[in-house]
């Protein structure tokens, strides 16, 4: 399914460097967030954002910025990358309503050395 | 606040052998209740939600407002059920979003 595709899918940094996660859909969703992933932990909430026009913090929202350039773009920065930053990044898409689900993305795997 | 556990991090049972994944949440309203799963090398991707009272792939998951649980069951498990499994609760009010437990990981045996 390459409706919600994110790139890079690896990257390896440094501590201190600001590094992009790009994430992109097609399946027309006004909904996108930004989940990480840790063993143990599950995935944790960073951003979402209902519109264009709509940034909210999620549950673990320090450190990381967002930019929604389109309705179909939702980027994910890391400003000053950080080892615990070290994780899998999900990006999703959904759509309100009572059926609705989220639709993830392959993943990214960041390593902060 | 949203809160969802799942005790086990990891089950292992036999080929055949019924399953149950546990999931227990915290919400004071009317949730909604869902079980994503993630196979490996693939993405995370919805299994059932209890609003549709579907069985998917053999799996079951009954919401009991009462002890506020929503167990993942299955009579007979399979080899490619083993995966990585998310219970995830979405609240009523507008705007809500989806929070996840853990995870539990299932191996099932041959």
């Known amino acids: 399914d390459a409706d919600v595709t994110q790139t890079p899918r690896n990257r390896i940094t440094k501590t201190g460097k600001r590094i992009m996660l790009e994430c992109s859909q097609t399946?027309?969703?006004?909904?996108m967030y930004w989940y990480r992933q840790d063993p143990g932990l599950g995935l944790r909430l960073i951003y979402y954002?209902?519109?264009?026009?709509?940034?909210n913090k999620g549950e673990i929202s320090d450190g990381y910025s967002v930019s929604r350039q389109a309705q179909a773009k939702f980027s994910l920065s890391l400003e000053s990358a950080i080892p615990n930053q070290t994780a899998l990044y999900f990006c999703?898409?959904?759509?309100?309503?009572?059926?609705?689900?989220?639709?993830f993305g392959p993943g990214t795997r960041l390593t902060v050395l | 606040a949203q809160r969802v556990t799942q005790p086990e991090k990891l089950l292992s049972v036999f080929k055949g052998a019924p399953v149950e994944l546990k999931c227990n949440y915290s919400?004071?309203?009317?949730?909604?209740l869902f079980w994503y799963v993630q196979y490996s090398r693939q993405r995370l991707q919805l299994l059932l939600r209890?609003?549709s009272r579907e069985s998917i792939k053999g799996f079951t998951a009954d919401l009991n407002k009462g002890e506020t649980s929503f167990h993942l069951k299955k009579p007979f498990a399979q080899e490619e059920d083993s995966a990585m499994y998310y219970c995830?609760?979405?609240?009523?009010?507008?705007?809500?979003?989806?929070?996840f437990g853990p995870g539990t990981r299932l191996s099932v045996l041959p």
């Open positions: 995830a609760l979405r609240g009523d009010n507008y705007g809500q979003n989806f929070v």
């Open positions: 919400y004071s309203g009317s949730p909604e």
């Open positions: 399946k027309g969703h006004d909904r």
């Open positions: 999703a898409t959904g759509s309100p309503g009572a059926l609705s689900e989220q639709f």
């Open positions: 954002s209902f519109d264009v026009k709509d940034i």
């Open positions: 209890h609003i």
